[in-house]
């Protein structure tokens, strides 16, 4: 039966794609060797400078997030190397999964997937390095399973008190564009991150930042890699080129989504995305539900997770909601399966739109016969009430 209305994607990413982003994506294919993809090239390749905030390379995969990170351990570690990774959630987990597959030795921080990296955890582990063994310390900056953000300056700070020589590395897939992020002020040697999230463009590129020790690194690192090799995009990206046929309509895409958080102010972009996670977690407490990140101050304004009560399933509400409300919410990962559901609130999103997803929740929540108090929608409201949109 056709559904009336727009269906509401509030899932953690991919994120709707304005209209914008879709008519600059909307052109004809050109020569990505031809002279005139070189302005486009060049365009990509020096704005996502001012996204990372970073003066060093930015390479462009066509790729998810996930060749991404596969392409930042390729780079700059060998076999055997061994590595610092933290336990925020599924994605750090996968991150650790894909480290050892690859040939690394990763130890695990064990986390409780409700906050983000506890730095004085990696400083204690790195003052025991007395060798200095560990090459890399490897942090989830936004973890989209959990909804918690980790804190990555401190994480730096952690490194150099330790007076340790690893790199850090740092996944902003899901945090990129919507939270405050600064390669380079923040030390971070490589950053890794995607299209399809706080960039609002549609899933298919992926970025790493890298510093000019991590490209130092490069020059050395001995992990196979051929398609992801750094050293093979740094002469053709120099005149706005790619090695090989780059994703040439996503990048107009990311041109576009360039501008318009720049017209709109970064700063203005991390606030609006603050502002939402606030009204949201009102939501949920009004509700009486729990949010799962109970570390006060690492909340992300990306997307929030919500724990359901005990022998409720969140499957089961979210597969309601969806029918009859017209909204997609990310469903729990591997741990939390069936236990949580995530709303994202991030990407080209306002104040009606969250107030929308939030109606949509508590009223899957009385058709699913999930245990609530109303009034979650209200107190959204009132929360908003205290700051005006940016
Ligand atoms: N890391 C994080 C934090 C993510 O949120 C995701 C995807 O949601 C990934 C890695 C994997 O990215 P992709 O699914 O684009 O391969």
């Known amino acids: 039966m056709r559904k009336a209305g727009r269906h509401f994607l509030q899932i953690p990413g991919p994120s709707s794609v304005p209209d914008r982003i879709l008519n600059a994506i909307s052109q004809q294919v050109i020569d990505h060797r031809g002279p005139d993809f070189a302005k486009v090239g060049s365009k990509a390749l020096e704005g996502l400078k001012t996204i990372f905030k970073t003066e060093s390379n930015v390479f462009i995969y066509p790729a998810s997030g996930t060749g991404a990170w596969e392409a930042a351990l390729v780079n700059v570690l060998s076999p055997g190397d061994k590595v610092l990774m933290y336990e925020t959630g599924h994605f750090a987990t996968l991150w650790k999964s894909m480290a050892e597959r690859l040939g690394v030795n990763a130890e695990f921080i064990q986390g409780n997937w409700r906050g983000g990296a506890d730095p004085d955890q990696i400083e204690a582990l790195l003052n025991e390095d007395k060798a200095q063994e560990i090459k890399a310390v490897c942090v989830v900056h936004n973890e989209t399973s959990t909804g ?6 401190a994480v730096r700070k952690a490194i150099d008190a330790a007076g340790h020589p690893a790199l850090l590395m740092v996944d902003t897939i899901s945090g990129l564009a919507s939270i405050d992020y600064r390669h380079d002020e923040w030390g971070v040697d490589v950053t890794v991150s995607g299209s399809q999230k706080g960039l609002m463009l549609p899933p298919g590129i ?8 991590a490209l130092a690194a490069n020059k050395t690192a001995r992990l196979q890699k051929s398609y992801w090799d750094w050293a093979d995009m740094i002469g053709p990206n120099k005149t706005g080129y790619f090695p090989y046929t780059p994703a040439t309509n996503l990048l107009y895409g ?12 970064l700063d203005n972009v991390f606030a609006r995305h ?3 996670g ?20 690492q909340e992300s304004g990306v997307l929030t997770a919500v724990k359901l009560p ?6 089961g509400f ?9 909204i997609s919410l990310g469903n729990g990962l591997s741990k939390v399966a069936d236990k949580v559901f995530r709303i994202g609130h991030l990407g080209d999103f306002n104040d ?3 107030m929308a997803t939030l109606s949509g929740v508590e009223m899957g929540l009385g058709a699913a016969g999930v245990p609530h108090t109303s009034g979650g929608v209200q107190a959204a409201l009132d929360q908003l009430k205290t700051s005006n949109p940016t």
């Open 274 to 276: 603050a502002r939402h």
């Open 254 to 265: 990311l041109n576009e989504a360039i501008e318009m958080l720049h017209e709109e102010g």
């Open 352 to 354: 009606l739109m969250l």
């Open 148 to 153: 918690s953000v980790s804190p990555i300056a």
């Open 206 to 213: 992926s970025f790493n930042a890298a510093s000019e020790k």
């Open 310 to 315: 005990d022998g409720h399933s969140a499957d």
């Open 278 to 297: 606030a009204a949201t977690r009102s939501a949920v407490r009004a509700w009486g539900l729990e949010v799962l990140c109970n570390q006060q101050g």
């Open 318 to 326: 979210r597969a309601k909601t969806l029918a009859e409300y017209d």
